[in-house]
Nanobody
Framework: QVQLVESGGGSVQAGGSPRLSCAAS????????MGWFRQAPGKEREGIAH???????SYEESVKGRFTISKDNDKNTLFLQMNSLKPEDTAMYYC????????????????WGQGTQVTVS
């Protein structure tokens, strides 16, 4: 059973650069695809970045060039560096994990953190 715990959210001004962290336990972390999703009020949960077992990152178009996903396999921790934040980035951000290949579909991910709120004003 994989357990995920996010941290690093909060209220930030537009243009800010917070970093989210996700601490993982309960599985060989390096074998998982790790992803970041977000869900704004009234909207569906969307995948914004993921990083596969080989370490190759992928980004959804709206965050490409502004957000960076990375992981530290030794510390079993996933990161999301967010730069140039916009009000439309306001959402609950979730860390998620799945075995096997990465996917953009939230339904494919087996394990989820509790989420951390990011509010941009």
């Amino acid at each position: 059973q994989v357990q995920l715990v996010e941290s690093g959210g909060g209220s930030v001004q537009a243009g800010g650069s917070p970093r989210l962290s996700c601490a993982a336990s309960g599985y060989t972390y390096s074998r998982l695809c790790m992803g970041w999703f977000r869900q704004a009020p009234g909207k569906e949960r969307e995948g914004i970045a993921h990083i596969g077992r080989g370490g190759a990152p992928s980004y959804e178009e709206s965050v490409k060039g502004r957000f960076t996903i990375s992981k530290d396999n030794d510390k079993n921790t996933l990161f999301l560096q967010m730069n140039s934040l916009k009000p439309e980035d306001t959402a609950m951000y979730y860390c998620a994990a799945k075995r096997g290949w990465c996917s953009w579909s939230s339904g494919d991910f087996n394990y989820w953190g509790q989420g951390t709120q990011v509010t941009v004003s």
